[in-house]
Each structure stands twice: as structure tokens, then as C-alpha cells.
Nanobody, 124 residues
Framework: QVQLIESGGGLVQAGGSLRLSCAASGRTFSRYAMGWFRRAPGKEREFVAT????????YYADSVRGRFTISRDNAKNTVYLQMNSLKPEDTAVYFCAAGSNVPYSDLANEYDYWGQGTQVTVSS
């Protein structure tokens, strides 16, 4: 069992930055691929970024590539999402997820554990 707790959300003006963190419980964090997803008001959950177990590979949604950076610190059991040049359309609840059966993934159904989410609001 893995518990995930996101933090770092908040209100920011367009063009600003935020850094989300997701802390995982347990001692097997390095065995999990990690991902970030988001759900905007009135929309379906969508993929944002994923990172491999070692951190050597990452992949992004087209909408955030070049602005967001996913990283992880396996010694701290934490995955991060650095978000720069934020836009109002980035407003959403952001979730981190952990998957044990994939090296990385942009598919929500391949993740086993999910956090409760953290709200990000970008004002224009």
C-alpha cells in the first residue's frame, strides 16, 4: 500500500510559477513509475507528465511540454512538478499517481495509487 500526499498548490497569476510536491509513504518508492494528472472544472481528468522509476525518462502532455518539469527524489520518496509560465487553462486539481506495473505511463488506468489532489488556480 502506498499513500500519496500532494502539496504546493495555490493561486498564482498568469505567467507565474508553482512547484507541486507529492510525498509517498513506504520504502518501495523507487519501484513505482510516477505520474501527474489534472482535472479542470467541467472536464475529464487528463495526463500531465510521467517519470520512470529511476527518473531517467520523462514524458509530457503537449499542452505542458516546455513549461512543466517532472522530477523525483527517491531518497526522499517525493516526486515534483515544476510549473512555469502558467496559464489560466492550467487551472485544475492536480493529482499524483504511482504505478507498479509499468515503467512509465500516460494512461490513468495503469496507476495503482492516487493522491487526494491539490488545487492550482491561475488568474488572468
Amino acid at each position: 500500500q502506498v499513500q500519496l500526499i500532494e502539496s504546493g498548490g495555490g493561486l498564482v497569476q498568469a505567467g507565474g510559477s508553482l512547484r507541486l510536491s507529492c510525498a509517498a509513504s513506504g520504502r518501495t518508492f523507487s519501484r513505482y513509475a510516477m505520474g501527474w494528472f489534472r482535472r479542470a472544472p467541467g472536464k475529464e481528468r487528463e495526463f500531465v507528465a510521467t517519470i520512470s522509476r529511476s527518473g531517467g525518462y520523462s514524458y509530457y502532455a503537449d499542452s505542458v511540454r516546455g513549461r512543466f518539469t517532472i522530477s523525483r527524489d527517491n531518497a526522499k520518496n517525493t516526486v515534483y512538478l515544476q510549473m512555469n509560465s502558467l496559464k489560466p487553462e492550467d487551472t485544475a486539481v492536480y493529482f499524483c499517481a504511482a504505478g507498479s506495473n509499468v515503467p512509465y505511463s500516460d494512461l490513468a488506468n495503469e496507476y495503482d495509487y492516487w493522491g487526494q489532489g491539490t488545487q492550482v488556480t491561475v488568474s488572468s
